[in-house]
């Protein structure tokens, strides 16, 4: 491996001795998916194993989640300093916690994947269906939390769906089994497990939020202010590292689910390099993405989805943008494009 006239003038002041020992002496930051290792986050992975953090400055640790509604709670009490996690069930946490202290620092998911879904030969047609049906998530599961907001934003009435609270790898199954009119979460999840227990995407019938009056953003990053305010370079490390490992998981696919492989050895690959697929096509590239770049937020759409999700819990509107978005630890608007793939 060429060794570059940076590295060696790196190496001649001691902050680096060799490759396999560039992490020694960076900060470490402790940092938390949204959920198991899947190919959605697995960009995080792929740009720890090509050093993109280390390139930024820091050593970063990652860890599984446990899905978008206990993310907030983990990062306000401490268990982790950065987070992804969906945007909505942060921005219901902040509405209902206005002194946790939480803010949101980017947003790479222009579209929400959140959706609930059902069989394709069903009685559920249109959310009215949903009145005096059984819906099956766990209680942290962030289609769930949002629920209400999607029920009001499309007109029928939430009190009248019943709930089972599930574990997660029990969801998908209770739809397949029907024990179950149905299921909430983010179709990356949701659909690529029914098609794993032979309920392919043909066979499920997929109730985008978004659809029904509801145009939230997707997923999001989120630490402290107090953990902002003491560390914004490396606040501004994971965000650059986070937004350099999808564009270039973006352009190099396969590479990034390989990295998840190797992170997880039980990983099926072509499962995982489909749902991939579906979160980019879902969620990540958008023609707004592409004309202005990742998390180019838009106050007013961006207000939009705060309205939406404290009305939903009956709270009064209070939250703005700037109560809960800031863009200050982004990079340039040219380090953030995609390029566009074939």
């Not at 099956?136 to 949002?146: C, E, F, L």
Request: hydrophobic share 45%.
């Amino acid at each position: 491996m060429p060794i570059t006239r940076r590295a060696l003038g790196l190496a001649a002041t001691g902050l680096i001795a060799a490759p396999a020992l560039r992490a020694q002496g960076l900060p470490r930051v402790k940092y938390q998916v949204d959920w198991a290792f899947q190919g959605p986050n697995a960009f995080m992975l792929y740009g720890r194993e090509k050093g993109f953090f280390r390139d930024a400055g820091i050593d970063l640790q990652i860890d599984r989640g446990f899905g978008s509604g206990r993310v907030p709670i983990d990062v306000a009490g401490g268990a982790y300093e950065i987070a992804q996690a969906d945007i909505n069930p942060v921005i219901k946490f902040i509405a209902e916690n206005p002194n946790a202290g939480l803010v949101v620092v980017g947003v790479f998911g222009d579209r929400s994947l959140l959706c609930a879904t059902v069989r394709e030969e069903g009685p559920i047609r249109a959310p009215k269906d949903f009145e005096g049906r059984t819906l099956a998530a766990p209680d942290s599961d962030a289609g769930r939390q949002i629920f209400p907001a999607f029920a009001r934003a499309a007109g029928f009435d939430a009190s009248k769906v019943n709930w089972l609270t599930v574990r997660p790898e029990l969801r998908e199954p209770m739809l397949v089994q029907r024990r179950a009119d149905g299921i909430t979460g983010a179709a990356t999840s949701t659909g690529m497990s029914l098609k794993a227990l032979g309920m392919d995407w043909p066979q499920q019938r997929i109730l985008w939020y978004r659809d029904y009056g509801l145009p939230l953003y997707g997923t999001c990053w989120l630490t402290t202010r107090d953990y902002a305010r003491r560390n914004p370079e490396l606040v501004r490390a994971v965000v650059a590292g986070g937004i350099r490992s999808l564009r270039e998981a973006h352009r190099d696919p396969a590479g990034c689910i390989a990295a998840l492989k190797a992170a997880e050895p039980l990983t099926d690959v072509a499962i995982e390099a489909e749902r991939q697929q579906v979160s980019l096509r879902e969620q990540i590239v958008s023609d707004h993405v592409m004309a202005n770049g990742l998390s180019a937020v838009v106050p007013a759409r961006f207000q939009l989805g705060l309205t939406a999700v404290e009305e939903a819990y009956g709270m009064a509107p209070k939250l703005k943008p700037e109560d809960i978005y800031t863009d200050a630890f982004l990079p340039p608007a040219a380090d953030r494009r995609l390029v566009a793939t074939s």
